[in-house]
């Protein structure tokens, strides 16, 4: 993730990068010096793994989403902040913190929020995760205004992860990204224990077959037997702990390959739908057809043909 070689910083207009600020990021206000007409930055994105990826550098004094900003453009996802060059103030939810290079800090697009980097230049790369998912996935664990300090083991690994998003083939993101989340949920959990709160130990049982299901989905013979004996539990809790997330393992197992599925037929529409759907854990075709249609609404060979009419 090294925007140097990814990125050239160019000469902006204030005016012209917070309309191509907001086209990326949703509504934000951009301030600076009275005086100052112009700034140094660059604004790019990414897609991996289904997920977009803002790249931002830029020398403003502050950049800030007020409840104005947020009658304007609600948004319906958190943001995660990871910086890359330079320094950055972050202030969301009573939370106030200075990011250095290797921080990240989560900002809730529903909450006001201040990034804060008196006319220096920053270099940050900002993660948009849906806020469904999130809420699924999390619970009331995930909050606006969490750091998330460079010096902890659990960053460490995520910043690793996403790294490998960015830079892997498309058909292996999508294992990383579910391993990224896995992480994600484990610091979730541990800075709820922090803060003292009650945690619900069924998360990371959870966790962690969704996590074990992202590495082996692949493997047609990897079931709900699989999964129970690699967490070390029985296949009654395993099944309890999916009832209570309204699921069965089966059920989110077959999400995982039909989802595998579509980023590999978009990523080389020329791969045969029967190759794609063997490589991806399916050993029957026609129930490959059904899932893939029940997810999607369309099949396999009609997002093959579609992804190749793109091309």
Not at 33 to 46: K, M, N, R
Not at 51 to 67: D, H, K, M, P, Y
Not at 131 to 155: A, N
């Amino acid at each position: 993730m090294d925007l140097k070689e990814r990125h050239s910083t160019q000469t902006y207009e204030i005016g012209r990068f917070a309309e191509e600020l907001n086209a990326v990021c949703g509504a934000f206000d951009v301030r600076n010096e009275p005086d100052t007409t112009h700034i140094s930055g660059h604004l790019s994105t990414a897609v991996a793994s289904g997920l977009e990826f803002a790249f931002v550098g830029q020398n403003t004094c502050q950049i800030n989403r007020s409840a104005r900003n947020i009658r304007q453009d609600p948004g319906n996802h958190y943001f995660l902040i990871f910086q890359e060059q330079g320094r950055a103030g972050m202030c969301q939810a009573g939370t106030e913190t200075s990011l250095e290079p290797g921080d990240m800090f989560l900002i809730d697009s529903t909450l006001p929020s201040e990034f804060i980097y008196e006319g220096q230049f920053s270099r940050q790369i900002s993660l948009h995760l849906p806020r469904e998912e999130m809420s699924s996935r999390y619970g009331m664990r995930i909050k606006g205004g969490t750091v998330i300090s460079r010096r902890d083991p659990l960053g460490h690994a995520m910043r690793s992860l996403l790294r490998q998003v960015l830079h892997d083939d498309k058909k292996s993101q999508f294992h990383v990204m579910e391993s990224f989340y896995s992480v994600f949920g484990s610091y979730l959990m541990n800075h709820c224990i922090g803060q003292h709160s009650a945690p619900d130990p069924s998360q990371l049982i959870y966790d962690r077959a969704v996590n074990a299901m992202a590495q082996n989905f692949s493997e047609a013979d990897f079931g709900v037997l699989e999964i129970a004996k690699k967490l070390g539990v029985s296949t009654r809790t395993l099944q309890r702990v999916f009832r209570d997330h309204g699921e069965s393992p089966r059920q989110k197992l077959q999400q995982l390959r039909v989802s595998a599925a579509r980023v590999a037929l978009e990523s080389d529409s020329h791969q045969s739908v029967a190759t794609v759907a063997y490589d991806c854990g399916f050993n029957d075709l026609s129930t490959f057809y059904r899932q893939y249609r029940g997810m999607f609404g369309n099949t396999p060979t009609m997002q093959s043909a579609a992804c190749r009419a793109l091309q």
